[in-house]
Nanobody, 114 residues
Framework: QVQLVESGGGLVQAGGSLTLSCVVSGSISSINAVGWSRQAPGKQRELVAHITSGGSTNYADSVKGRFTISRNNAKNTVYLQMDSLKPEDTAVYYC????????WGQGTQVTVSS
């Protein structure tokens, strides 16, 4: 079973930046896709971004142009660079791997103050 550990969350002012990291146990090069999702209080979890083993990326419309997902296969780590943060980006951010069964991390809190 793949295990995922997120880090990098915190409190930041609107307009600021944060970089989240997701360390994956095992080789991420063998995983079809790894993504970041988020869940705000009272809302459903939504996919924010994902990256395939081939390096293709996809983003939610709400974060396009502000967030960048990347991966370092040598470090088995996936990153989410978040710029121009807005209060509506406040949520718990989860890393997930497209495995059978799907694997999820424990989440990291991101809070953006206005």
């Amino acid at each position: 079973q793949v295990q995922l550990v997120e880090s990098g969350g915190g409190l930041v002012q609107a307009g600021g930046s944060l970089t989240l990291s997701c360390v994956v146990s095992g080789s991420i090069s063998s995983i079809n896709a790894v993504g970041w999702s988020r869940q705000a209080p009272g809302k459903q979890r939504e996919l924010v971004a994902h990256i395939t083993s081939g390096g293709s990326t996809n983003y939610a419309d709400s974060v396009k142009g502000r967030f960048t997902i990347s991966r370092n296969n040598a470090k088995n780590t996936v990153y989410l660079q978040m710029d121009s943060l807005k209060p509506e980006d406040t949520a718990v951010y989860y890393c997930n791997a497209d495995t059978l069964p799907p694997a999820w991390g424990q989440g990291t809190q991101v809070t953006v103050s206005s």
